[in-house]
């Protein structure tokens, strides 16, 4: 540990006599002049590690005799001559404290400079706490200033001296902290561009270059502090901060921090346009160069990988040329932007690997979407339908609209368009009804009891025979089905076309109703007949 020496303070502590009769306060006062007197003369015969355990020591006794100092200028217990003596003889320790640490500072900046980097991480410390030190040395040498304000007493030449210390030390921090921003982004490049085997070393030196700039922030926010209570200028040590640590105080909300930050990035970006603007141009020209070379590759992509699919050899469905399709000319585009990107300096391997993150990341976030993006991938692999085709599936029934690889879109027969998750179909049933190229029209008809069923089946034979869109191959059928309870049952089935179905279903329905008619053939329908049987009773 490194400490402040005092010894100068000390012996005027030693001079101050104490009247008979005092108060708490001055006694207390009284008795931690007597404790530093005496860490005083021992500090003067001590060497080593015990002269620096003393040295704090005595800081600590001087602490707490300002303390003491401070709760007597508010109270007003003391005589003001004794509490100006005693302010006084502050000043002169904070004077001779002031020189002493930052000689200290000097020396071991020096020694840091010079020393290994797995030193310098010990060196540091005792730096960081000569540094504290020295902020609290200013931040009492302002104090004692205001006490003596608060006493009647105005030292305009301490006040003139400590505003050219506080001033000449802001400036001196805000270049050292400017000075290690910098070396912390040149060593961050280092660090990323560099192999593994010198990972290590720069990890180490960009670790000691961050404390020595966090140490630089906390001693600079320390002494700006101080300066706004002298009402010294402090806008641009505050947009400094701001820049270097991005925290965003209230500070921030002052007129002049404000313009000054703005006045500094606009500078900044001038100042850039002027350095980069010719080299960033003719990137952003290859860039857009690449982009429009790489949209046209897409479509003729788009336009190979078409013509390739609806080959009759592969016999994709729909589905898969479209998907095909898709995916062919957005890799291609894919592809084209990251070379663009690529020429215009970004490092697409942070890149590619962020992608790879945020995809474990989505993936877990979207694993419904995940569901349904494999169950849209095995309906393009087992095609049960494609576009065009009447299906029910997913609960819904209409005319597959169009498909992704996420959803399905059905347009219902009464034009309405419901959008079906994959993962839903692919877990239900699916009916395909026009998938096949034929179909069987399944029609059922019933005749009276009392009417000739010969002549019945006749009538049904010809209606079904004489329809154009009835195929002759195969054979419909049509046969007497079942004996009901009140009708015979005849089961018409005729084999069609999938597009004339519900041609067929109607025209053979509507006829076999004209003809039954005609033929005068009846169709039962259910109906019961009520029986009212009349009771007479016997007269008593």
């Not at 930050?261 to 141009?281: E, V, Y």
């Not at 592969?314 to 070379?339: R, Y």
């Not at 034979?461 to 191959?473: A, E, G, K, M």
């Not at 054979?475 to 084999?495: A, C, G, Q, Y």
């Amino acid at each position: 540990m490194i400490a402040l020496a005092i010894s100068i303070a000390g012996s005027a502590f030693a001079e101050q006599e104490s009247p008979p009769s005092i108060s708490k306060t001055e006694q207390a006062i009284a008795a931690v002049n007597n404790e530093i007197k005496q860490l005083s003369e021992s500090l003067e015969q001590a060497s080593g590690d015990e002269r620096d355990a003393i040295q704090l020591q005595l800081f600590q006794k001087n602490e707490a005799l300002r303390e003491q100092l401070s709760s007597a200028i508010k109270r007003d217990v003391i005589p003001k001559k004794q509490l100006i003596a005693q302010v006084k003889i502050q000043q002169k320790y904070s004077e001779g404290a002031t020189a002493y640490l930052e000689e200290k500072i000097k020396a071991l900046n020096e020694a840091i400079d010079t020393a290994k980097d797995d030193e310098k991480l010990s060196l540091l410390n005792s730096y960081q706490e000569l540094q504290h030190y020295l902020d609290s040395v200013y931040e009492g040498r302002w104090q004692n200033l205001n006490w003596l304000k608060q006493l009647g007493v105005q030292d305009k030449v301490a006040e003139a001296t400590l505003s050219d210390l506080v001033a000449s030390r802001m400036r001196l921090l805000s270049a050292s902290v400017e000075y290690f921003n910098q070396q912390v982004g040149i060593v961050d490049k280092q660090v990323t561009a560099s192999p593994e085997s010198e990972k290590a070393t720069l990890q180490l030196s960009q670790l000691i270059i961050k404390q020595r700039l966090g140490i630089a922030t906390d001693s600079l926010r320390s002494l700006i502090t101080i300066a706004d209570k002298m009402g010294i200028e402090t806008s641009e040590y505050k947009r400094l901060i701001f820049e270097v640590t991005g925290n965003i105080t209230h500070d921030i909300l002052n007129s002049k921090v404000i313009l000054s930050i703005l006045s500094h990035w606009s500078n900044s970006a001038f100042d850039w346009i002027g350095q980069n603007a010719p080299q960033q141009l003719f990137q952003l020209f290859v860039f857009a160069l690449i982009l429009l070379v790489a949209r046209s590759l897409a479509k003729l992509t788009r336009k190979v990988v078409a013509k390739a699919v609806t080959s009759k050899n592969l016999k994709f469905s729909q589905l898969m040329q479209d998907f095909f399709v898709s995916m062919s000319g957005n890799i291609v585009w894919v592809i084209g932007i990251l070379i663009g990107l690529s020429q215009i300096g970004l490092n697409l391997a942070p890149v590619l690997t962020g992608f790879g993150i945020a995809g474990v990341i989505v993936g877990f976030a979207l694993q419904d979407t995940l569901s349904n993006f494999a169950a849209g991938m095995m309906l393009l692999i087992y095609r049960p339908f494609d576009v065009g085709d009447f299906v029910y599936a997913g609960g819904v029934d209409g005319k597959v609209s169009h498909m992704s690889l996420v959803n399905t879109t059905i347009r219902t027969f009464d034009n309405q368009i419901i959008i079906v998750p994959n993962s839903k179909i692919w877990g239900d049933v699916i009916k395909n009804v026009t998938h096949e190229r034929i179909r069987r029209v399944d029609m059922v008809f019933g005749i009276g009891y009392s009417d000739d069923l010969l002549q019945a089946e006749a009538v049904l034979i010809d209606i079904i025979t004489s329809h154009p869109s009835v195929l002759r191959t195969p054979e419909p059928m049509i046969k007497v089905h079942t004996l009901n309870t009140s009708s015979v049952d005849f089961i018409v089935r005729p084999w069609v076309k999938t597009e004339d179905y519900w041609d067929v279903y109607w025209d053979v329905t509507k006829e076999v109703k004209l003809r039954f008619d005609r033929e005068g053939i009846s169709i039962p329908f259910p109906q019961q007949d009520v029986h009212l049987h009349m009771v007479q009773q016997d007269a008593k």
